[in-house]
């Protein structure tokens, strides 16, 4: 679906699924979809928190729990959204977490970053594209992150899971987007939210999760939940496949793509001034 209107026009009527709803960036999201008009199921792990930005939204939203990697949960929350509002129009396949360091993360951790992160995304998207041909419309978004177009210093389950949803992402798109089925890939760097504070820190692995965080931080401005969901409604209605709340990230990713190994080279030297800032 090349969705080329306005923000209003994209999404007033429509009915979207956001996961990850209950806070930061689906939280914002979510408030965002309502006050253009759309009709919202804020799913998150947590009851309580998908409940509360729902009530905040008001007659607009419904909230509903449960695992987003889960294929039954999945397909609770498409058939809730249909029977509250109607047909999903947009589903924001948004939860996510940090999930290991380095080569000491266990492997259910690998397995806890690759299942949100990524799984998520497919389960979702094999549930929903079959009735979106059948409509001849529907939009996916993910939200991926500049980790899975660059690399996330410190968490190896990280960069690798959001890598692997850039790459379903992009297969999607290549495969339906001439069916009538948008998708969108969302690549931030930091934004202020619970997982750039706490979640990025493993229990095994502090250290490594302090160096991710500061890698962040230091690699741009962290920016707020709600100027992460202007961009992407805005990236959305206009259609585009690669969403970039920080615009910087989109030269990083050239400069990796035009000498890959002086790029290395380059993030090799950033990690070891974050490590001995002294040096
Ligand atoms: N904060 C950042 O700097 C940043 C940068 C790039 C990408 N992202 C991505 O943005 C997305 C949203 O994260 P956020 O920053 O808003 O963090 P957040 O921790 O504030 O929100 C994530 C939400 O996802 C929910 N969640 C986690 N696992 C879930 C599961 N299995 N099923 C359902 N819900 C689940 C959590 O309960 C939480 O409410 C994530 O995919 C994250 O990787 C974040």
Same mark, same amino acid.
């Given at each position: #679906?090349?969705?080329?209107?306005? &923000?209003?026009?994209?999404?007033?009527?429509? $009915?979207?699924? &956001? $996961?990850?709803?209950? =806070?930061?960036?689906?939280?914002?999201?979510? @408030?965002? !979809?309502?006050? @253009?008009?759309?009709? &919202? !199921?804020? %799913?998150?792990l947590d009851p309580a928190t998908a409940a509360k930005?729902?009530?905040?939204?008001?007659?607009?939203?419904?909230?509903?729990?449960?695992?987003?990697?889960?294929?039954?949960v999945i397909a609770q929350l498409i058939t809730t959204a249909e029977s509250s509002f109607g047909p999903v129009d947009f589903y924001f396949a948004n939860a996510g977490i940090g999930g290991g360091a380095g080569l000491?993360?266990?492997?259910?951790?690998? =397995?806890?970053?690759l299942e949100i992160n990524t799984l998520a995304h497919i389960r979702a998207a094999r549930l929903l594209v079959p009735g979106w041909l059948e409509r001849g419309r529907g939009y996916f978004v993910s939200t991926a992150s500049?980790?899975?177009?660059?690399?996330? !210093?410190? =968490?190896?389950? *990280?960069?690798? =899971?959001k890598h692997a949803a850039v790459g379903f992402a992009e297969w999607l798109s290549i495969? *339906?987007?001439?069916?009538?089925?948008g998708v969108s890939c969302v690549c931030p760097m930091g934004v202020d939210t619970a997982l750039l @504070?706490?979640? #990025?820190?493993?229990?095994?692995?502090?250290?490594?999760?302090?160096?991710?965080?500061?890698a962040v931080k230091s690699a741009g401005v962290v920016l707020s939940a709600e100027e992460v969901a202007d961009t992407v409604l805005a990236g959305? %209605?206009?259609?585009?496949?690669?969403?970039?709340? @920080?615009?910087e990230v989109l030269q990083m990713y050239r400069n990796k793509g035009s000498d890959y190994d002086r790029w290395i080279r380059g993030m090799r030297r950033f990690q070891a001034a974050l490590e001995n800032p002294a040096s």
């Open positions: #679906m090349e969705s080329t209107g306005t &923000v209003d026009d994209t999404f007033a009527g429509r $009915t979207a699924i &956001v $996961t990850g709803g209950g =806070s930061g960036i689906g939280a914002a999201l979510a @408030h965002r !979809l309502a006050e @253009h008009g759309a009709q &919202v !199921l804020v %799913a998150d930005v729902a009530a905040e939204i008001g007659p607009a939203a419904i909230s509903a729990s449960g695992d987003a990697a889960d294929d039954a000491d993360s266990t492997d259910a951790q690998w =397995s806890a970053a500049a980790a899975g177009l660059l690399t996330q !210093l410190g =968490s190896a389950p *990280y960069s690798v =899971s495969t *339906y987007g001439d069916k009538g089925i @504070h706490e979640g #990025m820190i493993p229990e095994n692995n502090a250290e490594a999760g302090r160096l991710a965080i500061t959305v %209605a206009a259609g585009e496949f690669l969403i970039l709340p @920080h615009p």
